[in-house]
């Protein structure tokens, strides 16, 4: 048994299916079919049952897959105290964020970080929350930070920042046609949504049942990009970031739709693993984040 080992099992857990597994860890198939037959090998028993679509842990694989997160930790925090002998002048950062925070707020905090701290290795994975939370918890990431909250037991989450939201039509759209809009018209329109498990997404529908508003979603992407795009080709409305569509509003390319009963913010979060103990680049990186948050 070793660790590469225990990363592809942990993946194809975490996957439910070798093929995905292999997709996310850029391998192809087979060789997730080897490391995962000698790993089986190694302790004697199945690990997972195989079938007709996907696989599913045995119970020796439950066991071991809760110790291999423990191991994982336990290597990033063994990573982490090593980086404290170095300080900030080298090492490596992997931090985790959500679709927009990393598409828009990301590169600008990366440049001043690289400015200040040169000889620190940056790393950064965009995907939806849900993904960038299981990426923390199995200590893939020294720290998220995501739109969407989390509820793990196993992260500390913290708010260091806000987001306006916008309703968003393409100029052409009846809808900016109507006055005096409230929250409740916009069961009238076809809504354009992120994918389940988006961040976005979720804060979304968590204001629309506060307000007990029930909307048609017409399509779901899978990218603000994307939910843009589809928006400018006259498919529906969207509720989106501010931050992702300043230029497109600027620009007018989108208009934003005025609607007096709805005001929608939420909060930026910072997942971290409990019990992990912060690298000297993590405290540096966060202190940035926490000064331009509160600028």
């Known amino acids: 048994m070793n660790l590469n080992q225990l990363r592809v099992f942990a993946r194809v857990?975490?996957?439910?299916?070798?093929?995905?597994?292999?997709h996310e860890l850029g391998v192809s198939q087979p060789?997730?079919?080897?490391?995962?037959?000698?790993?089986?090998?190694?302790?004697?028993?199945?690990?997972?049952?195989?079938?007709?679509?996907?696989?599913?842990l045995t119970a020796a694989g439950s066991l071991l897959?809760?110790?291999?997160?423990?191991?994982?930790?336990?290597?990033?925090?063994?990573e982490g105290?090593?980086?404290?002998?170095?300080?900030?002048?080298?090492?490596?950062?992997?931090?985790g964020a959500s679709t927009t925070i990393g598409n828009y707020l990301m590169p600008q905090w990366f440049g001043r970080f690289h400015g200040e701290y040169p000889g620190v290795r940056l790393e950064l994975l965009i995907e939806n929350t849900a993904m960038i939370q299981q990426a923390v918890i199995d200590g893939r990431?020294?720290?998220?930070?995501?739109?969407?909250?989390?509820?793990?037991?196993?992260?500390?989450?913290?708010?260091?920042g806000h987001d306006e939201m916008a309703v968003i039509a393409a100029p052409s759209h009846s809808v900016l046609r109507r006055k005096k809009l409230r929250a409740s018209n916009l069961q009238d329109y076809p809504i354009l949504m992120r994918e389940r498990g988006s961040g976005t997404r979720d804060v979304i529908e968590a204001?629309?049942?506060?307000?007990?508003?029930?909307?048609e979603v017409a399509m779901e992407l899978g990218s603000s990009e994307a939910l843009k795009n589809a928006v400018v080709a006259g498919l529906g409305i969207a509720i989106v970031s501010r931050l992702t569509v300043e230029l497109d509003l600027e620009h007018g390319r989108l208009?934003?739709?005025?609607?007096?009963?709805?005001?929608?913010?939420?909060?930026?979060?910072?997942?971290?693993?409990?019990?992990?103990?912060?690298?000297?680049a993590s405290e540096a990186f966060l202190r940035l984040v926490r000064t331009a948050s509160e600028g």
Do not use: W, Y
Request: contains cysteine; aromatic residues 4%; hydrophobic residues 45%.
């Open 13 to 22: 857990a975490d996957a439910g299916s070798l093929t995905a597994a292999a």
């Open 81 to 95: 105290e090593l980086a404290q002998l170095v300080g900030v002048e080298g090492g490596q950062l992997c931090v």
């Open 207 to 215: 204001e629309l049942r506060r307000k007990d508003i029930h909307v």
């Open 141 to 160: 990431l020294d720290f998220g930070l995501t739109e969407g909250l989390s509820r793990s037991d196993a992260l500390d989450v913290e708010v260091v």
């Open 31 to 56: 060789a997730v079919s080897k490391q995962l037959a000698e790993l089986e090998e190694s302790v004697g028993m199945n690990l997972f049952d195989r079938l007709p679509r996907g696989v599913r």
């Open 255 to 280: 208009q934003e739709v005025s609607i007096k009963d709805f005001r929608l913010r939420r909060a930026l979060h910072l997942l971290q693993l409990k019990g992990k103990r912060a690298s000297p």
């Open 65 to 78: 897959v809760r110790r291999a997160r423990k191991i994982f930790a336990e290597e990033q925090a063994a």
